[in-house]
């Protein structure tokens, strides 16, 4: 799940709560299910039996997940001062990768699966 954010950046109204609360919850539902579409597209890959999709599957299903988990972490770093800070991706980048996989995903399976036999 998403930590929340800091109390200064705090919504100014019940309605900016609720906004921040559903992209917060379309953006995780994004991500798992972009972690879901790779691991079809990995599994997928293998079980095609032809030849570029044994080997391409697997890799962008492994990225998928890579990307999809890198953007769901948050990491504890310690600055020069001493103090410890959360950090992230930032916003923009996280939604890319959350529309950008299962998009990804989806389109290789169109080209794994769509092909005439």
Known sequence: M???PPAG???RSVLGAV???GALMLRDTLLN????LSLVVGVGGVLTRSFPWVWLGPLLGLAGLIVSFAAHR???VHGPDGETRRTRWPSRVIWVAAVGVPVICLLAM???WG???
């Open 9 to 11: 950046d705090a919504p």
């Open 33 to 36: 299910g972009g972690v879901l």
């Open 2 to 4: 998403t930590t929340p």
């Open 74 to 76: 948050e990491r504890v």
């Open 115 to 117: 092909q005439p036999r």
């Open 19 to 21: 906004a921040r609360g």
């Open 110 to 112: 169109a080209a794994m």
